[in-house]
């Protein structure tokens, strides 16, 4: 198994710690300026803060900072400052995401629209209570994808290049929504395969974990398109194994370090590799068994139990670590064929360990 050293521990510590503190700061100016207008909107925006800042790896900020890293050392503080737009939109679409999955828990903790299903019935009373919760985090969700792009906007950066970050950074939106409508189709669908799994995953994933925010970073220090390929032969494979080793801790993870409720990949009826290659594998019995447990929401435990031993039994989950393995592997050489600077350059290689070896 791959491990990161201390070191590379310690400097996603210290850049986490600096991307809370902006965020903090960014928030609290928010509450003051939402608190002007309502009690409700001084609320609501009090409860993307919380949302926000109630944990999460602050990778893809990261990752921006990185990114920036490759090709300057100037102005440090700027570029953490800028990093933030990437958490908000994570908020943002984390937010509509649960929604849309009816998830009733992210990290943790009751998700945005359940918060405010809650605040209504304290406030209003129980009628459509749910619904009410749903419209609010709706909202929520627009306002902190319009933060994000306000953060960029606003960042001390050469006007060319706050352009191109800016249009990448509606790219990788873009690409998401994209990437859901597939996603939500397929789950109506009756067959997928794998080259239509890995679409959804370079749309969802790969573009807006890793290759999007790389690109943001280094477009604010003035990035070439020959940088932004490698960056990209960097970040798509490594953003792929990212999502297929999230979907090993849907199905394998517990609840306790990942913050969603065991089995809920199964629950909503989530097609990955994992149950792809299951299904391809199993016996007619099994096949059965699968399919009876994906989309029912009233799956018990002992029944993903079940789909847990085929998919292992099957091979299916090795074949799943395999690929990660083969991508991140991928990923480190295209990185270090570059010249990019070397502080960036080194970090990127190790914290693709992190990605494949992450337990949450």
């Known amino acids: 198994m791959r491990t990161i050293s201390a070191d ?16 903090e700061e960014f928030f609290d100016k ?72 009816e998830d009733e828990l992210r990290r943790g903790k009751q998700t945005f629209h359940i918060v405010c299903k809650d605040l209504c019935e304290r406030q209003f009373g129980k009628n459509k209570a749910l619904k009410f919760g749903e419209n609010i985090a709706i909202v929520a969700g627009d306002l902190l994808e319009a933060y994000g792009e306000e953060v960029l906007a606003k960042s001390p950066f ?18 998401v ?3 859901q409508i597939l996603d939500i189709t397929a789950e109506r669908e009756g067959s997928f395969n794998e080259a239509e799994i ?6 969802k994933t790969a573009s807006y974990t890793i290759e999007g925010p790389l690109h943001i970073g280094a477009l604010l220090a003035g990035a070439s398109e020959a940088d932004l390929q490698i960056l ?5 494979p490594l953003g792929l194994a990212f999502q297929i080793q999230d979907d090993i801790l849907g199905l394998f993870g517990s609840e306790e370090k990942t913050g969603k409720p065991v089995g809920s990949d ?57 690929l990660v ?28 360990g992190f990605i494949g070896d992450r337990e949450y």
């Open 8 to 23: 590379v521990n310690g400097l996603l510590a210290h850049y986490q710690t600096q991307i809370n503190e902006r965020l």
């Open 30 to 101: 928010k509450v003051e300026e939402a608190s002007r207008i309502s009690n409700h909107t001084r609320e609501v925006v009090i409860g993307t803060k919380e949302y926000t800042l109630r944990g999460g790896k602050r990778l893809r900020p990261i990752f921006c900072i990185l990114g920036y890293k490759c090709l300057s050392d100037h102005n440090p503080e700027a570029i953490i400052g800028a990093s933030i737009s990437l958490e908000l939109m994570q908020s943002s679409l984390l937010i509509h995401d649960d929604i849309m999955d």
């Open 158 to 175: 050469k006007s060319e290049h706050i352009k191109k970050a800016l249009a990448t950074y509606a790219g990788i939106v873009k690409n």
């Open 177 to 179: 929504g994209y990437g």
């Open 198 to 203: 890995l679409t959804i995953h370079k749309l």
């Open 232 to 236: 990209s032969n960097y970040g798509i």
């Open 266 to 322: 199964i629950r909503e009826g989530k097609k990955t590799l994992l149950i792809l290659h299951a299904l391809e594998k199993s016996s007619k019995n099994e096949k059965e068994l699968i399919v009876k447990a994906l989309g029912n929401e009233r799956v018990t435990v002992e029944e993903i139990d079940t789909v847990r031993d085929i998919v292992r039994r099957t091979g299916s989950l090795d074949y799943s670590k395999k």
């Open 325 to 352: 393995a083969e991508m991140t592997d991928k990923a480190v050489q295209a990185i270090k064929i570059s010249d990019f600077r070397t502080e960036a350059k080194d970090f990127l290689i190790n914290i693709a």
